[in-house]
């Protein structure tokens, strides 16, 4: 009768063969090859085979392998030459896109393993979240206020504000404002988004950190394409916004590629953050109670959030590392309307758009600036500069 479990099964099945051998091989030297074949389902050819490779270790009970000890239609050295040289003449190349462009007649089986024996692969493509890691170690080393990153975001689609905002009519956009490389965050709200809100923002945030006295003579604006940044698409010339951002001495605008919004991450991530942990779980119960509330996660967001992706620091300490003798000021703009400041410049007897210093504690010198509302005013404005 055959046994339950056959030899080769067991061997199939076994993470450790070798021991099965041993038993076989044991077995085989007190009863005899044939009652061992029959004992462990397998042949006397078998047993006797391991018989005579068992030397008294379980090394030489292991398979040996079957690889041919020459091969007919292995590459020559000329053959590996020629896709080696290929190789560096391409380096960025897989073996498919080299065979096809450099017409190697070999297969792409065996230019991968001529590549491959002389550590020539590609690496493989990293993964997101490597890139991401990479690019926070990049931007960590920046100075600050290197780089502000500048977005809308559209408060409607937060469920538990949009019945509030209906009923207390609150503001249906947010500006955002955030400094690269520490994470301090300025956002103001609107009604909505045009040219006119962007520029006041972007006044109220460089009056901020002038009265700080921060240097924004190097500064990079960065935004995405939308018009409420960078103007119609059949305007041949600068938008007001930008003209405003060059208005200070070094400072520039750059936008991103259409569609790459990857590359404003830093505030996108702000948004995250700030839809689960103050629009989810607030409630508001008037106008004057919603901005004291968003003033307030301001507050906590740059000066008392530690920040896991920014070695678990505040945006207030990274800031005083990279910039000695900051004050506390920096972290506590205070949110605003921008359409009661857009109101009252459209009801200024000089119709321009003036700002006079944001409040600080001190009260440094203002800062103005200047755009003509009229459409005489801005082609004279647009002669003389």
Known sequence: MAPPNPYYDLVRESRMSEKLRLRLVQFAKKNGVKPAARAFGTTPKTVRKWLGRFDGTLKSL?????????SPNKLSAEAEAEILAARRRAPCLGSRR????????????????????HGLLRPRRRKKHETKRLLREVKRKWRFLQ????????L????????????????????????????????????EISMLHSVIFAELVIAHLVSCGFDLSKT?????????????????????????????????????????????????????????????????????????????????FNTVRKNSGKEWKTPLELTREKHKG????????????LD?????????PDRGYDLQTYPSRRRRAAVLFHYPRSCRQRRRHRRAG
């Open 62 to 70: 292991q398979e040996l392998s079957r690889r041919p000890h020459r």
């Open 98 to 117: 080299l065979r096809a462009e450099f017409d190697l007649p070999y297969s792409e089986k065996a230019i991968n393993r001529v590549l491959g024996e």
């Open 147 to 154: 780089q502000i990153d500048v977005d809308t975001k559209n």
């Open 156 to 191: 409607s689609d937060i469920p538990e504000y949009w019945a509030l905002r209906e009923e207390l009519g609150l503001p249906k956009y947010q500006y955002t404002a955030r400094d690269v490389t520490t994470g301090l965050c300025f956002v103001a709200f609107a009604h």
């Open 220 to 300: 990079t604006w960065q935004t995405d394409n939308g018009s409420e940044f960078v103007g119609s698409w059949q305007s041949s010339g600068k938008s007001a916004f930008i003209r405003l951002i060059e208005s200070v001495p070094g400072q520039r605008h750059r936008a991103i590629p259409p569609g790459a919004h990857r590359f404003q991450s830093d505030v996108e991530t702000f948004h995250n953050l700030e839809e689960t942990e103050f629009f989810d779980v607030e409630g508001f119960a008037s106008r004057e109670n919603f901005l004291a509330k968003a003033a307030g996660y301001m507050v906590y």
């Open 326 to 337: 900051t004050r506390r000021e920096v972290a506590l703009f205070r949110p605003v309307i």
């Open 340 to 348: 009661d400041l857009a109101e009252e410049r459209v009801q200024s």
